[in-house]
T-cell receptor
Framework: GIQVEQSPPDLILQEGANSTLRCNFS?????LQWFHQNPWGQLINLFY???GTKQNGRLSATTVATERYSLLYISSSQTTDSGVYFC??????????FGAGTTVTVRA | KAGVTQTPRYLIKTRGQQVTLSCSPI?????VSWYQQTPGQGLQFLFE???????NKGNFPGRFSGRQFSNSRSEMNVSTLELGDSALYLC????????????FGPGTRLTVL
């Protein structure tokens, strides 16, 4: 199956700082999503981005499918951005393969 | 439009029992997938159903089974529960194509004593 690696595993930020999370994957995909897991466990959709660039408020994402990586940018971080961020990819086998996640802690 | 719903939200069982979890997809979605999340193994794929047919299955023992009904609602069953089955079980729905966006429910947290 497709291997997904996320880096860094942990990120500690001061409120207001910018950061970049990376996701590398081992094969071509037709679906790539970024999620934020809330404290109760639900996965919140951030981006559906198999290729290209998207922005949503302070968050943006870029996927370079030919080079098999995706980046999630958090700008002007807030304490509410804390949590675990997951990258997940899918090819033609109908299953999402998840990375191990990046735990983000934003300090006031 | 209502999101993905899962019932029950919390469940406590003892070893050897069986459990059934339910998932109702977003209206119009025909694909339902199930995932298990544990601290040690992360998020792992269990199975995926589309129009009542299982299209893919993860590497889990036969104690884990599922089904999908004609209204796209899905259930998963775990028989002969083991302590290691304690986990957050997440259900996701999508329109059905392999490239379509997945939307997750709130999960069922299962504790096996």
């Amino acid at each position: 199956g497709i291997q997904v690696e996320q880096s860094p595993p942990d990120l500690i930020l001061q409120e207001g700082a910018n950061s970049t999370l990376r996701c590398n994957f081992s094969d071509s995909v037709n679906n790539l999503q970024w999620f934020h897991q809330n404290p109760w466990g639900q996965l919140i959709n951030l981006f559906y981005i198999p290729s290209g660039t998207k922005q949503n408020g302070r968050l943006s994402a870029t996927t370079v499918a030919t080079e098999r990586y995706s980046l999630l940018y958090i700008s002007s971080s807030q304490t509410t951005d804390s949590g675990v961020y997951f990258c997940a990819v899918r090819s033609n086998d109908y299953k999402l393969s998840f990375g191990a996640g990046t735990t983000v802690t934003v300090r006031a | 439009k209502a999101g993905v719903t899962q019932t029950p939200r919390y469940l406590i069982k003892t070893r050897g029992q069986q459990v059934t979890l339910s998932c109702s997809p977003i209206s119009g979605h025909r694909s339902v997938s199930w995932y298990q999340q544990t601290p040690g193994q992360g998020l792992q794929f269990l199975f995926e159903y589309f129009s009542e047919t299982q299209r893919n299955k993860g590497n889990f023992p036969g104690r884990f089974s599922g089904r999908q009904f004609s209204n796209s609602r899905s259930e998963m069953n775990v028989s002969t529960l083991e302590l290691g089955d304690s986990a957050l079980y997440l259900c996701a729905s999508s329109l059905g194509g392999s490239g379509t966006e997945q939307f997750f429910g709130p999960g069922t947290r299962l504790t096996v004593l």
